[in-house]
């Protein structure tokens, strides 16, 4: 089984910033999309941004777009999700994933691999 662990989660004042990490086990991700997820209490899971693990495009959502950045490290098999101007509607668990296709998607159906998510909080 693919492990992905996230951390990097907490609390922050609204206008902060945090850098989440995604570190992968089990498997090297040298050819692995990858993806990150949110989902607030009582809302369905959001796609937030993607990054190809081999390449060097990346996607988000228009929500983000201008405050977060999606990079990675492959020496490491840690891709990072730098979260920048947060405000408190950002506040959710975040979810990175991996899928096989190794092009991102936005689509949570698409991935393979997920881990088991990082709390941001962000208070006004």
């Known amino acids: 089984q693919v492990q992905l662990v996230e951390s990097g989660g907490g609390l922050v004042q609204a206008g902060g910033s945090l850098r989440l990490s995604c570190s992968a086990s089990?498997?090297?991700?040298?050819?692995?999309?990858m993806g990150w997820f949110r989902q607030a209490p009582g809302k369905e899971r959001e796609f937030v941004g993607a990054?190809?693990?081999?390449?060097?495009?990346?996607y988000y959502t228009d929500s983000v777009k201008g405050r977060f950045s999606i990079s990675r490290d492959n020496a490491k098999n840690t891709v990072y999700l730098q979260m920048n101007s947060l405000k408190p509607e950002d506040t959710a668990v975040y979810y990175c994933?991996?899928?096989?296709?190794?092009?991102?998607?936005?689509?949570?159906?698409?991935?393979?691999?997920w881990g088991q998510g990082t709390q941001v909080t962000v208070s006004s």
């Open positions: 089990g498997r090297t991700f040298s050819s692995y999309g």
């Open positions: 990054i190809t693990w081999s390449g060097s495009n990346t």
């Open positions: 994933a991996a899928e096989r296709g190794g092009s991102g998607s936005d689509y949570a159906e698409a991935y393979d691999y």
